[in-house]
């Protein structure tokens, strides 16, 4: 059995992906109602809450293997290692970003405290040191559709943008066959390293019609996240993020999607493609 911790955008798909395999898997949910599309795809919804050690060790009973993701979540990471380390869990895919234990973006401390967990519990693992996720767009889709532009600080620094179906992806790979991963990290990335310019004329060219990058301040980019309803920290943080990608803190590409999958990592066309209806 394989134990998926969340059913957000990674694990939900991961999920369906290992049960198109036939292998059993088991995704916790808070709200059983909202995954009866899951259940439907022949995954074992299970009913719990990651903030309650108890409902986690019951979820883990039966498991060998864990794809671990939250939002990330220290204290229900911290719980997940634990319930599988009394589980002697086989292997643990760990669903994570730049790590960094001074950083001043909390996310990426938070990430490096629970590496050192996962280091410390002995338990086998392989962590996901995902770039910058394709469908972060998807929060400005109304907005561009409506304005036919879209603004972030990213400035004229390149991402190498990543579909989060590819991560999901390669994170139901390696927990169906572990063998060759253990130990081993992987940067996950998408195929092309872009600028909010080049992202703008894909979209055109997609959606058929002139799409504009205008590239904002750090203050602005916090602001607007504020305006949208994140608390100031978060707003600050995710502010931080994005203005470091102006100064080339995502500019990679790495061969880790084809190497995992055997196949290229999805493109950000196929992305604009795939959702350009949100977007028109
Ligand atoms: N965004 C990026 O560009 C990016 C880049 C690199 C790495 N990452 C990493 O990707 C990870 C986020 O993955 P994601 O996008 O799949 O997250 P997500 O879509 O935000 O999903 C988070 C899930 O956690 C669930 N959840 C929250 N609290 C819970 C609780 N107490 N018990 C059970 N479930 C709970 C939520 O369910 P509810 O419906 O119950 O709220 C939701 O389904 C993070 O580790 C992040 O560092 C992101």
Redesign the pocket.
Known sequence: MIFV????????QAARLIAERDLPVRV????PE?AAALAQAGVEVFP????SPESIDQAMRGVSRVIL?????LS?ELNVIDSAGRASIEHVVK???TADAHSPIA?RRI?SEIEDALVASGLSYTPLC????I??FLMMAAGSAQTSSFRTATGDGRIGH?D?RD?AAAAAEIAGSPAGHAGKRYWPTGPESLSGYDVAEIFAKVLGRLITFHPISYEVQKQAMIDVGLPEPVARDNALAVAWMADGDCDYVTGDVPQILGRPADSFEQFAIDYAEAFS
């Not at 916790?28 to 709200?31: I, S, T």
């Not at 719990?48 to 903030?51: A, N, R, S």
């Not at 995902?130 to 996720?133: E, F, K, L, R, S």
């Open positions: 911790t969340t059913a957000g955008k990674v694990g939900s916790l949910v808070r709200h909202k719990g809450d990651l903030d993701v939250t939002q990330p979540v229900q669903v994570t970003n996310r990430q995902n770039n910058a996720y469908q972060n990543l989060v991560v």
